[in-house]
């Protein structure tokens, strides 16, 4: 794995500390520490970590809410740290999109072996985010055309087949994208109306 840029927000500054020198063992960089919400905040916008480690009770300050506040900004890896093993905890933290929840005292082991998932399960979910947004404009582009080529059709008398030839054309000719086309050819009808 590749050393990773850290943020560690915990109120311990035992616990801060041990993590601290376990994820520079591990070979990763500590750009940060701090026990303070707004500092989270600020260092995550600025430092632009690849991955946190967030305490989720503080005093002043839920780690769940902190955590919600990030990733408003940015998609980050984060992975909380309790002492408590309720569900309800449990439950919060799938809810809110933070990728594992790890339960203190933390071990070394452990903790590498969470960042390793983190970091794998959080390139998963980005890659799927893009493949949904492709598929989402792949309709998007689609249903256009087919709107374009239907009000040819309509105005010229074309087939479908030849009014798409149409389109496609006129694409290549003026070496605009098909939905840029299609977009003008139904602006054009609206504006005929």
């Given amino acids: 794995m590749n050393p990773l840029k850290v943020l560690i927000v915990e109120d311990e500054a035992i ?22 919400r707004k500092e989270a905040i600020r260092i995550a916008k600025e430092l632009d970590p690849e991955i946190i480690l967030m305490d989720i009770k503080m005093p002043n300050m839920n780690g ?18 309790t002492a408590y093993n309720q569900p309800d905890f449990i439950e919060k933290v799938n809810s809110m999109g ?10 070394e082991k452990a903790l590498m072996t969470f960042i390793r998932l983190a970091i794998s399960r959080f390139k998963e979910i980005r890659e799927l985010k893009k493949e949904v947004c492709d598929l989402k404009e792949a309709l998007r582009t689609r249903k256009l055309i087919e709107q374009a080529k239907g009000l040819i059709m309509e105005r010229e008398g074309l087939t479908e087949t030849r009014a798409f030839k149409k389109i496609q054309k006129q694409s290549r000719d003026s070496n605009i994208p098909m939905v840029k086309i299609a977009e003008s050819i139904i602006i054009a009808s609206r504006i005929l109306i």
């Fill in 98 to 107: 933070a990728l594992y929840y790890l339960i203190k005292p933390i071990t």
């Fill in 15 to 36: 616990i801060s500390t041990s993590l601290s020198a376990m994820m520079k063992r591990l070979g990763h960089q500590v750009i940060g520490r701090t026990r303070d």
């Fill in 64 to 81: 769940i809410e902190a955590a919600k506040e990030i990733l408003s900004i940015k998609q980050i890896p984060i992975i909380i740290l």
